[in-house]
Every structure is written in C-alpha cells, then in structure tokens.
C-alpha cells in the first residue's frame, strides 16, 4: 500500500469512526448529497405548506406571545433530527411569519419575489463562492460584473462607470457618500482621506438632500464622521420632490455662512411617496457649483426596466454615483443591491491590497478582485439570482409588472379621490400612496387618534398589512403596491375595509363626546 492509499484509509477510518461518536456530520460534499438532497426536499415542504395554507399576510400575534413559545428553546440541546428542527423552525417562524408574496401586504418597499431568484438562492449558498476574489468565484465574478455593466449601461453612465453588488441601499447610500467626501477633499485640498483621516474643514462640509429622502443618508452622514449637522434639509414641493428654488437658496446661504457644500443627494423614488427629484435640474446645480450629485433610485430603479416610464429617470446619466436595490423592485430576495459610480477610479477609496489577498501584483496582471470596489470582504453571490431571473425571465417581464403597478396605483388614487371619508396626500409617479381616513364631520384630533389605530386594528387581525407615516406632523396611512397580481377590486375591499375599522373607532369615541 503506498502513503497515499494509506492516508485514503486512515481518513475513511477517521471518518467513520466520527460519524460512529457523533452521528451524522452534515458536512456539505459528495457524501452528503442524498441526505442533502431528501433535507432540502422536507424543507421545500415546509415551505409549500406555509405559502399553500397562508389566507392572511400575518397572524398578527403580539412579540410578546410569539416570544412565549421560544421559552423552551435551549440552544444548547440539538434535535439531532433535520425534521424536528425544521417543525420548530416552522412552529417558531414559518407560522407567523410576515407574507410578502400575499396580496393582502401592501405596507413597505417589499416586494414579491420571482422563483427562478430563489433557485439561484439556493445555489449560490450550496456552492458558496465568496465574491471578494477571483480565487474564491472565478465565473462568478464575471456574471456579477456583467450585470454591473448592464446595470451601467441602463443607468446611461457612461463607459467610464463601474459598480459594485451591496447588501442594500443603506450600503450603497454609504459609499456614495464615501466617495462624494473624499474626492472633494483630493480635488479641493489635495487631501486623502484615506491616508490621513478628515481634515479640519470637514466639520464645515454640508450635503444637500430633500425633507423626505431616505434617513440613512443622516445615518451616512454620522458613520463617515461628518454628523447629523452636515446634512441640510431642502423643502420639498406639493408633489414631495426637491423644491429647486429652495436648494439654490440653501446653498447660497452656504456660501454665506463659510460652509461648504460637497454633495446633493437626489431621491428618484422617495420611500414614502415614490416621487422623483427633478434630476435634470439638479444635475445643473450640481455641476454650477462643482459638486458631486448622487441619485438614490433604491426604489425607482424599477423604471430601469420599465417599457413605458424609463423617461422618468431622465437626468440620472448625469449623477457622479447611483444606489440601486435589486430587492425592492426587480422582485429579487433580500439582500440585492448595487452602487454605482460615473468614473471608475472614484472607487478606488475603498481599495486596499492585502497581500494574502489581493495583491496589487493581481491587479496590474488584470486579474478581477471585486473587494477592490467594496467595503465588503467576504461578499455573496448575489448578483446569481438577477442573473438567473433576466436569463429565465428578461428584464421587459419585469418592467411588464412595474409599469402594471403604476397603472394599477393610479387607478387607485381616482378610486381613493372619490371616497368621500378619505384624504390622500399624493398624486402617486411610483407605487405609494399616502392618505387617511378623514371624514368630515370629524376632529383633527380625532383623525389623529383613529388613523394610527387603523393600521394596527388591520395589523392585530392579520388580515391586511399596510404602513403608517407621519408628514407635517401628521399621522396618515400608506399602501406601497408591488405585488402585480393585485387588482382594484382586491384594493377596493382593502379601503372598504379600513372605512368599517374607522367608523367603528370614531363610533367607540362617541359616548365620550356626549359626556
Ligand atoms: C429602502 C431604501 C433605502 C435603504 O435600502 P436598504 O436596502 O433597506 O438598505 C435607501 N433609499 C431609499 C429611497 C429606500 O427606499
């Protein structure tokens, strides 16, 4: 027997003699694949079950309830059985999970998901390529940035832009401001702040964005060292878009004031309202004042794909970076992000070369190490499940649903506009709508009492889930439409529904207002 037949046996042994101890070792390989196999085909039941049986988005049970039935839990006593866990991950999760896919959820920026994005889910975990190298992805680097260039090439940036996958619009909303930072400090004080941290007069840098953008440009804003102050808040105008008069005027006050703008950070689609900065406009005073324009379409970027409203996004060309989010409307599995920047070399601020790693020697031989772009490390290989639903699918089917859903929003504001107990805030571009219960012969008060209360009756009973938000100090009720096989009339029985829990909270008020 040679040394390497031995080490065979000896191994096999080891191997046995584990399982002997321990039982089966769950190791993901060539001799786990039946067990694999039949595990995955228990959990596809149980997901089967859950979607089959589901008649409500949600239970509507109270965390406190929920928490109850974990109380038994004890992390460190395993079942030792694949299907006794997975009935507790079913009694624990499954049971009183929220449903997105349900027609009854319409509250935030979650969409529905399309299923060959679940296949490639599974595969990419299976396989589990880290996205960092190439030596840990090979193809897998290639199809995500083929799809950043696709995603480029929709954005109309330009051949000099390059992007990254993220987990998110949060991330992406990050690097912009990273980079937007930065590169004003090279360009204007000669200055890394990569080598050399901020300089004194960044306490002075300002950054321009509208009253209803997304807070984690604040949160941004904190984490690069910057804070809350150096955000400014532009008013927005009767369509919740960025007042240019107001912009204009904030940032001369600027000037006035000895600070210094860096940055404008339009919203095209704003989480509440689904409305669009005027983008060609601001890319003009962007570039009057010489500063870097960011565009958050985190939400719009479904116009990306859209057959009749990709004109909407007009003006997006011209941003300096751009925030996508693949999970809030390319119907894709959380997390699916990306960030994109004009000229490729502004990202080179989140490169560093680690010699175990990524070497400069493997860029200058042009090998693609995509952690040269992120502020990842270890990454996922995200990017498969886009991949697998535009080569299944193509993107026109996914711009089908979107330009469906705006269709389908709009129909809904003309039906909310001719209910006379309703209010609605905003004449929808995207998928949300903002309104409230408001019947005449009621108070401000009163409305102010019922309408949160409205969303958590319908949230308590499980039975539809919609959103709440706050503007000018008060409080109103939100659909955010994205599932396309909604109809008007599934909507219609929603608003009908909301009418009845109102009436009868203003009917439960009653005695007090005689008393
Ligand atoms: C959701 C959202 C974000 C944040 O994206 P995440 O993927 O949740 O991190 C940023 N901007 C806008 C406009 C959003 O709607």
Known sequence: MGNAELLAELSEQAAKHYQSFFGTSYLFNKTSLAAFKSSIVDGLTLISNAVEHKERPFTGISP???????????????????????NEVNELYLNDAVYFHHPKYMAHLNCPIVYPAIVAELILSSINSSLDTWDQSAGGTLIEQMLIDWTCERLQLGSD????????????????????????????????????GLPLASSRFRIFTSSVSHFSVQKSAAILGMGYQSVVSVKVDDDFKMDIEDLILKLKQCHE??????????????TDFGSIDPLIEIAKVAKMNNIWMHVDAAYGCGLLTSNSHRHRLTG?????????????????????????????????VVTHHADYLN???????????????????????DALK????????????????????????????????????????????????????????????TLERINPEIRKSLSKSGEVMIAATKFDGRHYLKFT???????????????????????????????????
Not at 72 to 83: A, G, I, T, W
Not at 492 to 515: C, F, R, T, W
Request: aromatic share 8%; glycine share 4%.
């Open 316 to 348: 997006i060309e011209q941003a300096d970076s751009v925030t996508v989010d693949f999970h809030k409307s390319f119907f894709q599995p959380v997390s699916c992000g990306a960030f994109f920047a004009k000229s490729k070399q502004h990202l080179k």
């Open 359 to 381: 070497p400069l020697s493997q860029s200058k031989e042009g090998t693609p190490n995509l952690v040269n772009k992120s502020i990842q490390t270890t990454r996922r290989f």
């Open 64 to 86: 406190q309830d929920l928490a109850e039935k974990f109380r038994d839990v004890d992390l460190d006593k395993p079942h030792h059985s694949m299907s006794r866990a997975l």
């Open 257 to 270: 004031d000895n600070l210094i703008p860096i940055a404008i950070v339009a919203t095209a689609g704003t």
């Open 161 to 196: 832009a390059d992007g990254v996958f993220t987990s998110g619009g949060t991330q992406s909303n990050l690097m912009a401001l990273l980079l937007a930072r930065d590169s004003y400090c090279e360009q204007h004080f000669i200055h890394s702040v990569k080598q050399d």
């Open 386 to 445: 886009l991949w697998l639903t535009l080569r299944v699918m193509g993107a026109t089917q996914l711009g089908a649903f979107f330009d469906q859903l705006i269709e389908l929003t709009l129909n809904v504001f003309s039906l909310l506009k001719d209910e006379p107990d309703f209010e609605v805030l905003n004449q929808p571009e995207l998928t949300a709508i903002v309104f409230r219960y408001a019947p005449k012969v009621l108070e401000e008060k």
């Open 481 to 515: 439409f994205l599932n396309p096989e909604l109809t008007l009339s599934d909507i219609n029985l929603v608003i009908q529904k909301i009418k009845k829990v109102g009436q009868s909270l203003s009917v439960s008020e009653a005695p007090y207002n005689h008393q």
